[in-house]
């Protein structure tokens, strides 16, 4: 019977990407190698903020692909000196079935920046 309880939970989780997802983007030397993403889906769309608070960034665009489970994110930020910088984010969702699953890629911004890109679900 408890089985049956913990179903309907799993069931009403939502989008794959939903949540708060903590992890790294190795070598960004504008915004450190760690990285905090939050993402909510409306129905429609995947919208959100990475690294929300004094480095905001908002999430211009969030795409899944379910064959292959491909994720792929643009967001827009700017540096301390106001300049632009647009990044780029793909990677692939691991361990889907689980509430802690994990995305990873690579990042890489306008400026020929770029790394290895890992975030896990908390």
């Known amino acids: ?19 708060s997802w903590l992890g790294t983007w190795a070598g960004n030397k504008t915004h450190g190698n760690d990285v905090l993403l939050v993402m909510t889906w409306d129905g429609k769309n995947v919208t959100g903020d990475i ?12 795409t899944l692909n379910p064959e292959g489970w491909l994720v792929h994110i643009e967001a827009d930020a700017k540096d301390k000196s106001g300049q632009a910088i647009a990044y780029t984010i793909d990677g692939k969702i691991e361990n889907l079935p689980l509430a802690n699953r994990i995305v990873s890629g690579t990042w890489k911004d306008n400026r020929g920046g770029t790394g290895a890109f890992r975030i896990g679900r908390q």
């Not at 019977?1 to 949540?19: D, I, N, R, Y």
């Open 51 to 62: 690294n929300p608070g004094t480095d905001n960034i908002k999430i211009k665009t969030a």
């Open 1 to 19: 019977m408890l089985a049956l309880l913990a179903m309907p939970a799993v069931a009403q989780e939502g989008h794959p990407l939903k949540g």
